[in-house]
């Protein structure tokens, strides 16, 4: 079995590897550092006995992105699982920062994960099956005017797995949206109330036990909040 998680070094992207390393699936992993990867490669590949294909990307670039997807398909014939986890967010009102910011965000946060997914999507139709996750966010769904471009891009990538769910499901292929609210990452700093935060652990076991579904069942969405209120 073979997973392919993009922004796999840190954070959910790395709970959701490591939880699929833990039940035995070889992994395509990808970041911009490479002593990261090489790091996960050298202490998932012993510990979980897997095999961690890695490549450096931006998945700010277009052409990084493309050749991820052929280093994938030269090392396998098959994929089980995509999950689209790279997202980059980014502070300020609708024209707080430079008009080609937006561009930067969509690149990243909506882009990559088409680019990846369209690659693979062959792949995916030949076998008639798969499962491909894509991370947005609860502004996927809600506006934050203080991070408007990180909004639009994830309300934007929601409208895109929509419509990914559609076409994927005529394959056999199915397809989830995740929309976390706010989980502990090294993105959010030092926190004194971490205890309050959503774990990475918590997205990555309920994408495995949504994987793990069986048969012609498919979860379209997973919202996941905070108990507490403040930190939405
Ligand atoms: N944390 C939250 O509160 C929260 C809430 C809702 C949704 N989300 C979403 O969940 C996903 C993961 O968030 P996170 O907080 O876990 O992120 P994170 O801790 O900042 O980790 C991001 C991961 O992606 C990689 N990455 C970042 N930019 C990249 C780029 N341009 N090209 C290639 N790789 C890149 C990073 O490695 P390198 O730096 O080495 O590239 C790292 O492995 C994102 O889509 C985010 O929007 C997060």
Not at 60 to 80: P, Q, R
Not at 142 to 157: F, G, P, Q
Request: hydrophobic share 45%.
């Amino acid at each position: 079995m073979t997973a392919v998680i993009t922004g796999a070094t840190q954070g959910i992207g790395k709970a959701i590897a490591e939880r699929f390393a833990q039940a035995g699936f070889d992994l395509f992993i990808t970041a911009r550092s490479n002593a990261d990867l090489i790091a996960l490669k050298n202490e998932w590949e012993p510990r979980f006995k897997i095999k961690v294909f890695m490549k450096v990307a931006d998945f700010g670039k277009k052409s990084d992105v493309v050749l991820f997807a052929e280093y994938i398909k030269s090392n396998t014939k098959s994929v089980d699982v995509l999950v689209n986890n790279v997202g980059q967010y980014m502070v300020g009102n609708l024209f707080e920062n430079p008009a080609d910011k937006l561009v930067e965000q969509l690149n990243v946060n909506l882009m990559s994960a088409h680019y990846l997914t369209s690659a693979l999507m062959p792949v995916f139709q030949a076998q008639k099956k798969g499962h491909i996750f894509t991370l947005g966010s609860l502004l996927s769904v809600r506006l934050r005017e203080s991070a408007a471009n990180y909004t639009i891009s994830k309300h934007a990538l929601r409208t895109w797995h929509q419509l990914l769910f559609e076409y994927a499901r005529e394959h056999k292929v199915k397809a989830t949206m995740v929309l976390p609210s706010s989980t502990i990452t090294a993105s959010w700093g030092d926190q004194p109330n971490e205890e309050e935060f959503i774990q990475p652990e918590h997205v990555a076991e309920a994408i495995f036990d949504c994987y793990n579904l069986s048969g012609a069942a498919v979860v379209d969405e997973i919202s996941i909040k905070t108990i507490s209120k403040k930190l939405e």
